[in-house]
């Protein structure tokens, strides 16, 4: 079993940053691998920064460039830095962990991009 805790949410102008967090009951990158994943209202759930299990990054060719994912292995945690957010940013942000094999959510974080 993992537990991932968000935090970091809000409400921003357009323009402006946020940087979530994510922590992890246990360190999950000895066997898995970790991600955001953001769902706007009426949409589905869709993948906004991960680390590839093969190594590496993804990022969603719409937040290319703004935003940045990392990790403290140290602290078991994930981030995501989002600069020059856009209102189409405004969504719940989901961590997501796969581990060995199984995928785990967090309750999510609400961001909040305004014109």
């Known amino acids: 079993q993992v537990q991932l805790v968000e935090s970091g949410g809000g409400l921003v102008q357009t323009g402006g940053s946020l940087r979530l967090s994510c922590a992890a009951s246990r360190s999950i990158f000895s066997r898995g691998t970790m991600g955001w994943y953001r769902q706007a209202p009426g949409d589905q759930r869709e993948l906004v920064a991960e680390f590839a299990t093969s190594g590496g990054t993804n990022y ?52 909040t991009v305004s014109s």
Do not use: H
């Open 60 to 111: 969603a060719d719409s937040v290319k460039g703004r935003f940045t994912i990392s990790i403290d292995n140290a602290k078991n945690t994930v981030y995501l830095q989002m600069n020059s957010l856009k209102p189409e940013d405004t969504g719940v942000y989901y961590c997501n962990g796969l581990y060995f094999g199984a995928r785990y959510w967090g309750q999510g974080t609400q961001v």
